[in-house]
């Protein structure tokens, strides 16, 4: 289909919406956002559940601080203004911020969150993050949680993971869990002002609490048929935040000077081994000096070119992200994967583990030829192309490649279950930028399970390494950065050599913007936040930081 024809198609998708997308009927500011929204839209603005509509968290309804995933910076207080833990990080007190209103216009005080915490404590089924606190409001301003153990590593969850909600009005739901919440009631910057199945705007809460935000009156947003339509609504005028990867999105923005875009790579994008005989992996890749081989056969910086665009950035074997994490890794040879394929390493690597090179160039080792399948998702057309890449690269180090291409609930079965030799995914965005919450998803035993069973705490490739398990526990129970970095050097040693997930890239993460009605959007020289349009919280942060163009 041309640009044109989408272009059409795209247009009529955004009925309802003015020529330009976001010029109110009154004269007032308005914007359009497309956050991957495609297909009929199902109400659903409960902010404890997990299919809640994006804008539920940030926008409608706000966590005590808000932890900022674009830069390295400080919890910034929000429905809070600040807490403390005791010593032995069993009790944390939060103080809450004087001033703030629910929408409706009640006053919100620390009894809101401390019903939050204890509704989520008293219904498993919206304990999504292990939380194990009671809590209770000590005065009108002072909220006390109160864990069964140290808990420091539970403060980003707690603080920056918990839409706070009123309980005048949730006191009353009969079934928090299933509760579509169709009028909801938040202190966050916009409330609901109409819905139906092919978008729904939000209108600006004029008793929000930072005095002189939002000034964008309504944000209206939309679902789409597909992403091609999304890009060409885009360079139409008709959405004004999207986040998309757009091939030469360069030359695509050279005639459109009301359009700019920003790229904040922030998950790596890796190979995903099911590594671990012990829990039934089986296959040449339960061999540690076969992920290795494949680390070192694969030519990131072609990779790149093919199949990333030329935006992805350089990933690290400990899967910390180099450029906004550095700190916290140890070993300085380990800040960065090669650039480029080592046929000779990889070769030396396989030959000192058994593994023989046959008369057709693919190796093998008692019977068994090194060919291992990889499995990734219809329609991810970037990982489609890696796939195809890597095959080449890697038949030169004497590894077959056979790549799959599933749908996606198929493929995250089967990663969840361990029923995969390889697979491709991403690893990144957790509760803050400390490395404890990607090792401990990951890495941790504790999250993994049989071979068969389902995984979905994380850690696919059903790794276990005694050293990485004691680390994450060492780490949990303290809130000293520098006993924390000791730990994850340990664990850095063992993953670094183990590579049940093999990086390729820290993967591009493109959002594209128009000017023509809202300035303030975050830059590449001011990350305010991570302004992916897909994105819980950091939605609402800019969502009040965008000014109308006057």
Not at 246 to 269: E, F, R, S, V, W
């Amino acid at each position: 289909m041309s640009v044109t024809a989408i272009a059409a198609a795209a247009a009529l998708a955004l009925t309802g919406c003015s020529s330009s997308g976001s010029t109110k009927s009154d004269g007032g500011s308005s914007i359009t956002v497309f956050n991957g929204a495609t297909g009929t839209i199902t109400e659903n603005f409960n902010p404890f559940s997990s299919t809640a509509l994006q804008p539920t968290l940030g926008v409608i309804f706000e966590s005590l601080y808000w932890f900022n995933a674009a830069s390295d910076q400080d919890p910034v207080p929000m429905l809070a203004t600040d807490y403390e833990w005791n010593e032995d990080g069993t009790q944390l007190t939060i103080t809450t911020r004087d001033g703030v209103t629910w929408s409706d216009g009640e006053d919100f005080t620390a009894e809101d969150v401390a019903f939050t915490f204890n509704l989520v404590n008293e219904t498993p089924e919206l304990n999504t993050t292990g939380l194990s606190a009671t809590a209770e409001a000590t005065d009108e301003n002072t909220a006390v949680l109160t864990f069964t153990e140290p808990s420091f590593m539970q403060e980003p969850s707690v603080l920056g993971n918990r839409g706070i909600v009123p309980e005048h009005i949730w006191k009353d739901v009969k079934d928090p869990v299933t509760e579509v919440n169709s009028k909801p009631v938040g202190t966050g910057p916009y409330k609901v002002k109409d819905f139906n199945a092919q978008s729904y705007v939000l209108e600006k809460n004029t008793s929000y609490w930072e005095k002189g935000k939002p000034e964008i009156d309504e944000v209206r947003y939309i679902s789409l048929e597909t992403a091609d339509a999304a890009s060409a609504a885009l360079l139409a005028g008709q959405v004004d935040w999207m986040s998309s990867f757009l091939p030469g999105l360069d030359q695509i923005l050279k005639d459109h000077d009301n359009l700019t875009y920003i790229n904040t790579p922030a998950m790596t994008t890796s190979i995903f081994t099911c590594s671990n005989p012990d829990l039934g992996c089986t296959g040449p890749q339960t061999d540690p000096a076969v992920r290795q081989a494949i680390y070192y056969g694969i030519d990131r910086e072609q990779l790149n070119k093919l199949a990333g665009g030329g935006f992805a950035e350089t990933a690290s074997p400990t899967i910390i992200l180099p450029e906004r994490d550095k700190k916290w890794i140890s070993n300085p040879e380990n800040v960065e994967a090669p650039a480029n394929a080592d046929a000779g390493t990889a070769a030396e690597i396989l030959d000192a583990a058994g593994w023989v090179e046959g008369n057709d160039g693919i190796r093998a080792k008692n019977g068994e030829r090194l060919s291992l399948s990889i499995q990734t998702v219809s329609g991810w057309s970037d990982y489609i192309s890696l796939n195809d890449a890597m095959t080449q690269q890697l038949a030169e180090v004497g590894i077959e490649l056979k790549p799959t291409q599933l749908s996606w609930n198929e493929w995250n079965s089967n990663q969840t279950l361990g029923q995969f030799q390889l697979s491709l995914d991403s690893i990144g965005l957790q509760p803050s930028n400390n490395p404890y919450f990607t090792y401990d998803k990951w890495y941790n035993a504790a999250n993994t399970t049989a071979v068969g069973e389902s995984a979905i705490a994380g850690n696919a490739a059903r790794y276990d390494n005694d050293v990485v398990n004691a680390a994450i526990a060492t780490a949990r129970a303290t809130n000293d950065e520098a006993v924390q970095a000791e730990q994850y050097g340990l664990i850095q040693e063992q993953i670094v050599k183990d590579l049940p997930y093999i990086p390729i890239y820290v993967n591009a993460m493109l959002t594209e913007f128009n000017t023509d009605r809202a300035t303030g959007w975050p830059s590449n020289e001011d990350k305010y936040a991570l302004p992916v349009s897909w994105k819980s919280w950091d939605n609402g942060i800019v969502l009040k930081s965008i000014s109308p163009v006057k």
